[in-house]
Nanobody, 121 residues
């Protein structure tokens, strides 16, 4: 059974940083591209970033480019999202997901329950 469990969310002031983690199990983590997506209240699901299975290639949504960094540790079956210079508009429930391929957009087959990130003063 595929399981994706996110952690690391919380309340942070504008300009602050958070690091999200996603522990994966139930599949060969190193064989799959992975992504982060987010959903703010009342808004549609938004794709944030994707990383290739080996971790060498990454892509980002324009809204987070230059502020967020996606990474992975295949030995630990863990995906990360380092978020810097956070803005109130980054407030959302953040999910990690197993990507169907290394491509733009929220094309995935499994998604975790999410971790809440709130950016507010």
């Amino acid at each position: 059974e595929v399981q994706l469990v996110e952690s690391g969310g919380g309340l942070v002031q504008p300009g602050g940083s958070l690091r999200l983690s996603c522990a994966a199990s139930g599949f060969t983590f190193g064989d799959s591209a992975m992504m982060w997506v987010r959903q703010a209240p009342g808004k549609e699901l938004e794709w944030v970033s994707t990383i290739s299975n080996g971790g060498r290639r990454t892509m980002y949504a324009d809204s987070v480019e230059g502020r967020f960094t996606i990474s992975r540790d295949n030995a630990k079956s863990t995906l990360y999202l380092q978020m810097n210079s956070l803005r109130p508009e980054d407030t959302a429930l953040y999910h990690c997901a197993r990507a169907k391929s290394f491509s733009f957009g929220p094309k995935y087959d499994y998604r975790g329950q999410g971790t809440q990130v709130t950016v507010s003063s």
